[in-house]
């Protein structure tokens, strides 16, 4: 089936760590993004990236990094920099950033601090 | 990207019409309204969009003033598993999407 797939769905971080959430999609899509989600809030946008080997920083970029290598892949690290990672990280991915185009999700990961 | 307002919570009972409020009062000529829903401890789910004309799919019909100012998302017969935040956007077609904004949307609740 064609879709994002985001893993692990669970990962908990222990103080001072850097932790890699991973992302891929076979949509063939150009343009992945990570937001993250607070409880009962809406998404913020960290990074996004519009094609390989280049990516933009979001809303939030603070504490966080990318890397886009593959088409198919779009890596996030948290750093020991970010002082509040709890919270739901959302990647998506779309056809392009030209406009008009619809998001498509992945199932998300929860990052928790130990 | 207009500012939107929705109602933070709603309930509607299991085979009944759920209709969501958004309120878009300083849309733009060229601004389409997008609505996605998340379920929870998921991804957002694309739902539907519209300009000016009501549009209609699988999912959910779109209503949108001719004013322009405001909409409603309508699930004709909503069942158990449309219980989701729903979220109403506007943003122009030129405009990529990481400029699409996603508020606290509004929470419905289907009831048996």
């Known amino acids: 089936d064609g879709g994002i797939t985001q893993s692990p769905k669970y990962l908990f971080r222990k103080e001072g760590q850097n932790v890699t959430l991973s992302c891929e999609q076979n949509?063939?899509?150009?343009?992945m993004y990570w937001y993250r989600q607070d409880p009962g809030q809406g998404l913020r946008l960290i990074y996004y990236?519009?094609?390989?080997?280049?990516?933009q920083k979001g809303d939030i970029a603070e504490g966080y990094s990318v890397s886009r290598e593959k088409k198919e892949s779009f890596p996030l690290t948290v750093t020991s920099a970010q002082k509040n990672p709890t919270a739901f990280y959302l990647c998506?991915?779309?056809?392009?950033?030209?406009?008009?185009?619809?998001?498509?999700f992945g199932s998300g990961t929860q990052l928790s601090v130990l | 990207d207009a500012k939107t307002t929705q109602p933070t919570s709603m309930d509607c009972a299991e085979g009944r019409a759920a209709n969501l409020p958004c309120n878009h009062s300083?849309?733009?000529?060229?601004?389409?309204v997008y609505w996605y829903r998340q379920i929870h401890s998921q991804g957002p789910q694309y739902i539907i969009h519209g300009l000016k004309n009501n549009e209609t799919n699988e999912m959910a019909s779109l209503i949108i003033t001719e004013d322009r100012k405001s909409s409603t998302l309508i699930l004709p017969h909503a069942t158990l598993r449309d219980t989701a935040v729903y979220y109403c956007i506007v943003r122009t077609p030129f405009q990529g999407a990481q400029k699409l904004v996603f508020g606290q949307g509004t929470r419905l609740t289907i009831n048996p």
């Open positions: 990236s519009q094609i390989v080997n280049d990516f």
């Open positions: 300083t849309i733009s000529g060229n601004e389409y």
């Open positions: 949509l063939n899509h150009d343009a």
């Open positions: 998506a991915s779309s056809t392009g950033t030209g406009g008009n185009e619809k998001l498509f």
